[in-house]
């Protein structure tokens, strides 16, 4: 009478209790489950999770959190049954009718004695602990699938205790080479900007700032990184954690390309020093000189600190202001500007012929103008000697064809852009005879004479040529054939 009414108080005591309890007797007849348990298997009463406890090791499966099979001797009931008094325990709970449900729960024992010392009181007491497992799973799937690198730190010690494929890839570690070494094996915050405030923090558990740093890799090269620290809890063996999740972005690309502009702006101030063409370097929006290079220097005799500071407008270079405005509006226009023919000065007044070409380029991260003078003086004082030789020669130039007296005017006198140059080998016989007749001072009724044509078909033949040479009256006739060397007694050649 006295153990059946021990039950009943038990039985009232656990019924109303948020943890599971299940009661078992010495002759391992579960004796009692109340609501609470019943609804952690997910049966309908405590008739379905067995009369004994081999009916509920048959009904459920039960493993430990890692996973490892309970045999028989190990399974919790077995361990209550043998008075063994234990606590936070995790397992996970699965029907074997369907396996398709599981529950992770937290168990204790309970043990009672008499006054022999002899159990006569054994209870299973469990907590669902499901949700927290699944929300940590949730997180160990997102943390392993993220690209991001990232690794967890265990503040308590130090220790890695989680790890990603992205902290892998960039490193090259082996996943058992980093979980279980300290921070001190592989240092995170190498060379980092804050490293004393960064370690300060990761001791308090408190948030790192971003900052760059040199990860330490197997290879021993530091590998620069962005790197962040942000404090987090963890289950561990001792129940729940502090730890430090660090994150990275990887700084490789960014400094390649760093250096790579370095050296490209480097080699570019090398060329620009020794080009033997004059240069200057202005900015972009008040195309004010910021450098030049010594074949400037050289030829226009403007020293860097002189033309420092200046923009074309202000540096006495330009002879003809008007073609300085007209460079200046164009490079705004369009960008940029090619053979721009101008004629320049240097600092004695000495008048230098120039193509001047200008381009936007960036340097240093800044929007700069690179223009540079190209010196054709000689060019031009050649050019100008050829045609007074030509216009010499010209002067008497009856025994030259007009084929190659048509080119040497051409040479002389350029034709208007758009416009192409017409010789004489352009016209026809009839054309040719207007030509050399208009020239003599014939008039229509003395050509129609000569050449046996009815005064409409002279009229006919004249206004062609007219349209042919672009004139409108004979004495521009006259002047288009004595350009070209002909005269009232030259003869056609070809």
Known sequence: MADAAHHTQMQQIVAGLSEGVILIEPDQTIAYANDAAVMMHGVADAGDLGATVSEYRANFTLHYRNHREIGPLQHPLDRVLAGEVFRDIVVELTPTRDPRHRWMHRIRS???????GTPNGLALVMQDVSERYQAEAR?????????????ICRIADLRFVRVNHGFLDLTGYHRDDVLGRSFCEIDLLREAERREMAIHRLHEGRTIPQMEAQLATPCGRGRYVIVAGHAIEMPGPGGIEPCMLFTFA???????AEMALRHSEERFAKAFDLSPVPSALMDADGLRITSVNQAFVTIFGHAP??????????????????????????LRRLGSVRDFEAVLQDAAGAEIDCLVSAERVSINDEACVLCVLQDITARK???REL???????????????????????TLRRPPRSGRPS??????????????????????????????KLSPN???NHVSGLYRKLGVNRRSAVVVWAQERGIGPNTRHRG
Do not use: Y
């Open 305 to 330: 600190e002189t033309a420092g500071g200046q923009s074309l407008a202000d540096l006495p270079l330009w002879v003809d202001r008007a073609e300085q405005r007209k460079f200046a509006r164009d």
């Open 250 to 256: 990887d700084l490789e690309d960014r400094r390649k």
């Open 457 to 459: 078909t002279v009229r």
């Open 139 to 151: 997180f160990e799937r997102m943390f392993n699938a993220n690209p991001a690198p990232a690794i």
């Open 387 to 409: 045609i007074s030789a030509i216009e010499a020669v010209m002067a008497d130039a009856s025994w030259f064809s007009h084929g190659v007296i048509d080119k040497l005017a």
């Open 381 to 383: 004082r050649s050019e």
């Open 422 to 451: 017409l010789g004489v080998e352009n016209l026809t016989i009839r054309e040719q005879d207007m030509l050399t007749r208009i020239c003599q001072g014939a008039t229509d009724r003395e050509i129609g004479a000569e050449l």
């Open 110 to 116: 309970l043990v009672t004695t008499d006054a022999d």
